[in-house]
């Protein structure tokens, strides 16, 4: 059974750096094929793809958020870490990692996280 | 990037009638295309894959047709449960995934 739940500290100030940990189960990411993605969907709205990390350590970022984004793993401690630079406001936003399979030529979102609740305020 | 547009915005349906949801691709996107659900406070939950193929568990009242642009989900008998709002995705193109801004199907 696939897991994955999100944490880290909330809320954050302007200009901080947030650190979420997606700590998952059921799958490992030495395993090809595989990989986690994080999704943001600010109150109210849409949902928006930030990026994600493969078992290969390949990455690929949202090209607008590419300079403040950064997203790593530790499969020995089965997590993933984002991390988003200099956060301001409009970046507050339930925060969601999701696992990632190879399905025809693209990488399809399986199996979510409950969602982390990121405010961003002074 | 690619551009996912839903229509309509708000669908208002009657249990026991049947809702089609519809997305569009400003590009072609094969058929790697997925729907999801999302109720209040909760995650998005995968329903449809591949424009056609459920995912585990999900009865077989949703279905998914279309391919390259145009895509349709098709719920054929409204149950109180499937009120909610329902995304597409399209994972053919990288480095972004897009999603569609949503479907809000709620009940008439």
């Known amino acids: 059974q696939i897991t994955l739940k999100e944490s880290g500290p909330t809320p954050v100030k302007p200009t901080q750096t947030l650190t979420l940990t997606c700590t998952f189960s059921?799958?490992?990411?030495?395993?090809?094929?595989?990989?986690v993605g994080w999704i943001r969907q600010p109150p109210g709205k849409a949902l928006e793809w930030l990026g994600f990390i493969f078992w290969d350590d390949d990455k690929r970022y949202r090209p607008s958020l590419k300079s403040r984004l950064t997203i790593t793993k530790d499969t020995s401690k089965n997590q993933v870490v984002l991390t988003l630079s200099n956060m301001d406001p409009v970046d507050t936003a339930t925060y969601y990692c999701?696992?990632?399979?190879?399905?025809?030529?693209?990488?399809?979102?399986?199996?979510w996280g409950q969602g982390i609740l990121v405010p961003v305020s002074s | 990037e690619i551009v996912m547009t839903q229509s309509p915005a708000t669908l208002s349906v009657s249990p026991g009638e049947r809702a089609t949801l519809s997305c569009r691709a400003s590009?072609?996107?094969?058929?790697?295309l997925a729907w999801f659900q999302q109720k209040p406070g909760q995650a998005p939950r995968l329903l449809i894959y591949?424009?056609?193929t459920r995912a585990t568990g999900v009865p077989a009242r949703f279905s998914g047709s279309g391919s390259g642009t145009e895509f349709t989900l098709t719920i054929s008998s409204l149950q109180s449960e499937d009120f909610a709002v329902y995304y597409c995705q399209q994972y053919n193109h990288w480095p972004v995934y897009t999603f569609g801004q949503g479907t809000k199907l709620e009940i008439k």
């Open positions: 591949g424009a056609s």
């Open positions: 590009q072609r996107v094969g058929s790697n």
């Open positions: 059921g799958f490992s990411l030495n395993t090809a094929g595989v990989g």
């Open positions: 999701a696992h990632l399979v190879v399905e025809s030529s693209g990488l399809l979102c399986d199996y």
